[in-house]
């Protein structure tokens, strides 16, 4: 690296940071706020969950042809600017009508938009700090953007107690706009395109693969798309729904309450993404990730319980426990894994992909069997999804725990080698 670069990537860290800050609010600041928004307005939990699983498929389907642009593209901030104009859009479009064609062509714009933010954002990280420096400033960047939704969460309860839901979405509007002027910041010169994709310059290999194809043929990464699926089906409606519960047996403020829901479980979600960034370099992803398995099927429990304005502190540390973890483990994790392939981000967008097939779901298989049999026994069967998760990381430990291990000193792990399929290498 020359000292140009170098001090060029110096120059990139602080707006980065930013950039995951402000981009917090833009990429879930509507989210839970919109069921309530739309609750108020005459809609049902069921067609509700309906609009978000829409959104949530529409992003999935392109997340990985997303990751695989970020590959090949040299213009990677331009996949953050797009989805920030797209969130401004998306936040007018609500507030000018609550017609259910309209708000759902909103939401699949934003979500189509968006699907590029997780690996664009991973791939300028990566481009920016190397592999060496990957897990610690993806945990770093974590725990800015827990930051940046806890305060964004925080303003949306205090601007909708005082003024109403109208400015909730102007707040997410200018965070797509603060969002857009951090990545503007970052010097191209910072982003080592090469190392953006992991891609191992010494071989002569190009990297150009599909998405699914790099998925199927690395079992490490396989399953751990498979357990993360399972997860994020019983987390993905666990927010919202929560704040839906509480807010239809009138123990709270819908606007206050669901911003502390967000408050707690981002505020829990600092500590365990730079937690989860430590352990990662001592003791490596595997253990991580199994805790935050572990904590949705309790977290199920708890809320099936507690669906009180007192229950959202242990319901959303939970979350915030689980989240949190996986939000520093998973983007280090497959960074490791297909380290010298050049198919870094479509691995990211691959997982993704997997994961929101769960998490897209999630809204519409809960808020139906809310309004069917009641919000106790949908938090109980959506908790219980995890169990299948923790079931593959246990029962496949003996291949993942070299994959998830701290890495070594040079790139060339043996463990690492075995796990990585014939063709990606």
Not at 242 to 252: C, D, I, P, S, T
């Amino acid at each position: 690296m020359t000292q140009a670069s170098n001090k060029a990537g110096l120059k990139g860290i602080r707006p980065l940071l930013s950039l995951n800050f402000f981009m917090a609010d833009m990429q879930a600041g509507i989210g839970p706020f919109l069921g309530v928004f739309l609750l108020a307005h005459g809609w049902q939990s069921g067609l509700i969950g309906t609009v978000m699983t829409v959104g949530g498929v529409a992003g999935m389907l392109m997340t990985t042809p997303a990751g695989a642009l970020v590959d090949a593209t040299k213009h990677k901030k331009f996949y953050v600017i797009i989805p920030g104009i797209c969130t401004v859009i998306a936040s007018g479009i609500i507030l000018l009508s609550q017609n259910f064609w309209l708000v759902t062509v909103s939401q699949i714009a934003t979500a189509v938009a968006g699907a590029a933010i997780g690996p664009a954002v991973s791939g300028i990280t990566l481009g920016i700090v190397r592999q060496a420096g990957f897990n610690r400033q993806n945990g770093h960047n974590q725990a800015l953007n827990h930051a940046g939704n806890m305060m964004g969460a925080g303003l949306s309860g205090l601007l909708g107690w005082q003024f109403g839901f109208t400015a909730v979405f102007w707040l997410a509007a200018l965070f797509g706009v603060l969002s857009i002027a951090s990545v503007l910041m970052i010097p191209s010169a910072a982003i080592d395109d090469d190392e953006a994709r992991g891609l191992d310059t010494t071989s002569g290999e190009s990297g150009k693969v599909g998405g699914i194809t790099v998925l199927l043929e690395c079992k490490p990464l396989l399953i751990l798309a498979a357990a993360l699926a399972c997860f994020h089906l019983g987390n993905g409606a666990m927010l919202p729904l929560f704040g839906l519960a509480v807010v239809a047996n009138k123990q709270g403020d819908p606007a206050g309450f669901v911003a502390l829901t967000i408050v707690v479980a981002q505020g829990t979600m600092i500590l365990a993404s730079l937690i989860a960034m430590r352990l990662a370099e001592k003791e490596g992803y595997w253990l991580v990730l199994l805790v935050s398995f572990i904590a949705l099927p309790i977290r199920g429990v708890v809320a099936a319980h507690l669906m009180n304005k007192w229950g959202v502190y242990p319901v959303q540390i939970l979350d915030g426990i689980g989240a949190g973890l996986q939000s520093a483990a998973v983007p280090g994790l497959v960074a490791r894994i297909l380290n010298g392939t050049g198919r870094v981000n479509v691995g990211q967008g691959a997982v993704m992909t997997v994961q929101g097939l769960g998490a897209s779901l999630s809204p519409a298989i809960g808020g139906w069997i809310a309004q069917e049999i009641g919000y106790g026994a949908m938090f109980l069967i959506l908790g219980s999804f995890a169990l299948g998760s923790i079931a593959l990381w246990l029962g496949f430990a003996s291949l993942l725990r070299p994959a998830c291990a701290r890495p070594p000193h040079n790139s060339s792990d043996p463990a690492l080698a075995g796990a990585l399929p014939a063709g990606a290498r």
